[in-house]
Nanobody
Framework: VQLVESGGGLVQTGGSLRLSCRAS????????IAWFRQVPGKEREWVSC????????HYADSVKGRFTISVDDARKTVYLQVNSLKTEDTAVYYC????????????????????WGQGTQVTVSS
């Protein structure tokens, strides 16, 4: 599985971006895909995920109502629409996929994910 993120950039507070994660080698018939973010010196933080087991998107409380995760099966791409950006959203954003997750919904911990993209930088200026 290869994951390639794009779409990051520099925006002002209140702005928006659409992050993309193109996946190759992944069967979209049975998927779990998550977005994490990381600030230098801090642990990687789970942001959002989606899986076909429950068909529902899940969000961290800090981004709920502002971020939207979606999947385009045909393009094998997962998107994270990030709106109403705050300076505290500044981070490198990563998409991730577990090798195998038999559970319902999607895992929230970094150690449960096996494949990671290279990340895309989001910088929000005040």
């Amino acid at each position: 599985v290869q994951l390639v993120e794009s779409g990051g950039g520099l925006v002002q507070t209140g702005g928006s971006l659409r992050l993309s994660c193109r996946a190759s080698g992944l069967t979209f018939d049975d998927y779990v895909i998550a977005w994490f973010r990381q600030v230098p010196g801090k642990e990687r933080e789970w942001v959002s995920c989606i899986s076909d087991s429950d068909g529902l998107p899940h969000y961290a409380d800090s981004v709920k109502g502002r971020f939207t995760i979606s999947v385009d099966d045909a393009r094998k791409t997962v998107y994270l629409q990030v709106n109403s950006l705050k300076t505290e959203d500044t981070a490198v954003y990563y998409c991730a996929v577990p090798h195998l997750y038999p559970g319902y919904g999607c895992p929230l911990n970094t150690f449960e994910y096996d494949y990671w993209g290279q990340g895309t930088q989001v910088t929000v200026s005040s």
